[in-house]
């Protein structure tokens, strides 16, 4: 009887040891393909991002398309008249330090240097605020003009256009299909 039992045990664990092989084989299948459908979805997510970047790219294409034109017009209007428009002026230093200006408005004696975004936020006041400073260091050329900064974006929420406006930046936003400036006529600019 002891031997017939150690038998139905042993043929047990054999069983048992048989089933436990099938199910690990399963598992290391079910988890190989769950990594490939990680990495499928992990290449899907980076598509995805690229695309977005790239329609972020176009709509701030398409914001600047609008503002360049409008900026003879809105600077005029405030006694700066501008001689020339230009999109992306770019200028290195040493150290790898990069700013790139999205619109440079000139005349003879002043510059504008025009933030241009999608949706303007309190962080990209401060960020175009920080470059206003640095605006002679990397352009020395301009060093003889006043500068000033101003923002533009489709989306301008209240307290982010109080806050430019604030820091004496001007503030260009959109009004029904036309472009205007936010700034009241008691508005004095900061020059750098």
Not at 31 to 50: F, N, P, Q, W, Y
Not at 51 to 64: A, N
Not at 104 to 117: G, H, M, Q, R, W
Not at 151 to 178: C, H, K, P, W, Y
Request: charged content about 30%.
């Amino acid at each position: 009887m002891i031997s017939e039992t150690d038998r139905l045990l042993h043929e047990s664990d054999a069983r048992s040891e048989k089933k436990i092989k099938e199910v690990s084989t399963l598992l290391d299948r079910l988890g190989s393909r769950l990594g490939e459908s990680d990495a499928r979805s992990e290449k899907k997510i980076k598509e995805v991002s690229i695309l977005l970047d790239r329609l972020g790219s176009r709509l701030g294409e398409f914001v600047e398309g609008m503002v360049a034109p409008a900026c003879k017009t809105l600077f005029a209007q405030w006694g700066i008249p501008v001689h020339k428009v230009s999109r992306r002026v770019e200028a290195d230093l040493p150290g790898g330090r990069h700013m790139e200006i999205d619109l440079f408005v000139v005349n003879t004696d002043a510059v504008s240097l025009v933030e241009i975004k999608s949706k303007l936020t309190v962080d990209d006041v401060r960020e175009h605020m920080a470059h206003m400073g640095e605006f002679k260091e990397f352009f020395p050329e301009y060093a003889d003009k006043r500068a000033f900064g101003a923002v533009a974006a489709m989306v301008i929420e209240e307290n982010v256009s109080r806050f430019a406006i604030s820091q004496g930046l001007f503030v260009i936003e959109q009004a029904g299909d036309t472009l205007r400036m936010a700034n009241d006529e008691d508005f004095v600019p900061k020059a750098w």
